[in-house]
């Protein structure tokens, strides 16, 4: 079972940024596509976006497009979401999570090792 350690919540204004990271214990076919998704209080857990271990694919949610951007670290085995221009509505728990494929990249039932997630929280 490959291990997925995010960081990087916390409190921030609206307008703010944070950058999420994902550590995984290692790469293997099981954690092809890697992706971030959230839950907001009393809702379901829902996509933000998606990539590859290579960085050519990148999949986002419309509600982050133009705001959050994924990237990649090959030698720490670490995916990172940089989130920008933060709203109240991005307020959730994020969870990293990794599947062998995904299709669409969005679909939550192909992921399969999840993180424990971290907490963000945007204030208005």
């Known amino acids: 079972q490959v291990q997925l350690v995010e960081s990087g919540g916390g409190l921030v204004q609206a307008g703010g940024s944070l950058r999420l990271s994902c550590a995984a214990s290692?790469?293997?076919?099981?954690?092809?596509?890697m992706g971030w998704f959230r839950q907001g209080p009393g809702k379901e857990r829902e996509f933000v976006a998606a990539t590859t271990w290579s960085g050519g694919i990148a999949y986002y949610a419309d509600s982050v497009k133009g705001r959050f951007t994924l990237s990649i670290d090959i030698v720490r085995n670490t995916v990172y979401l940089q989130m920008n221009s933060l709203r109240p509505e991005d307020t959730a728990v994020y969870y990293c999570?990794?599947?062998?494929?995904?299709?669409?990249?969005?679909?939550?039932?192909?992921?399969?090792?999840w993180g424990q997630g971290t907490q963000v929280t945007v204030s208005s």
């Open positions: 999570a990794a599947a062998r494929s995904a299709q669409p990249m969005g679909n939550i039932n192909a992921y399969g090792n």
């Open positions: 290692r790469r293997t076919g099981s954690t092809s596509i």
